[in-house]
């Protein structure tokens, strides 16, 4: 048996199993305790990654709600300004029409204490037939008295 050289063999290839499998056991221990922190970096990155983004997610929907108060805010100032605007465009306008009732009334009265009285006409203005067989044409017209 000590002679026999298939157990020589045999032997010998029990070490180099022994010996390969120690050798690659600790580089395969090594190469996967390597992906191992690898991953766990990884997912702590991502983990602070997903915490930084829900931060930011959660500033802007702050911004946006308070950009929406904001925006309602200045909307409803804006309709304000607006309604006052309206009030004071109507009074303005009924103080236009007020003064321009009273310029029209002065105006009217002015025309009424210059007008000449028609009793003062002389012939009248649209007499009904001339008189004495005259033709119209020959009869005096108030545009010739004046």
Request: net charge neutral; proline share 4%.
């Amino acid at each position: 048996m000590l002679q026999d050289a298939t157990f020589w063999v045999a032997v010998a290839f029990v070490v180099f199993v022994g010996l390969a499998y120690k050798k690659v056991a600790a580089i395969l221990g090594t190469t996967l305790d390597a992906r191992s922190a690898r991953i766990r970096n990884e997912l702590e990155e991502a983990q602070r990654l997903r915490e930084d983004a829900q931060a930011v997610l959660a500033e802007c929907q702050k911004r946006q709600i308070e950009a929406e108060d904001e925006a309602e805010k200045i909307l409803a100032y804006a309709r304000e300004e607006a309604e006052r605007v309206r009030v004071r465009a109507d009074e303005e306008v009924q103080i236009a029409v007020k003064r321009r009732e009273t310029q029209a009334i002065d105006r009217i009265a002015q025309a009424e204490a210059q007008a000449v009285p028609t009793s003062a006409i002389w012939p009248p203005i649209w007499p009904l037939r001339p008189a004495g067989g005259c033709s119209w044409s020959v009869w005096p017209r108030a545009s010739r008295i004046r």
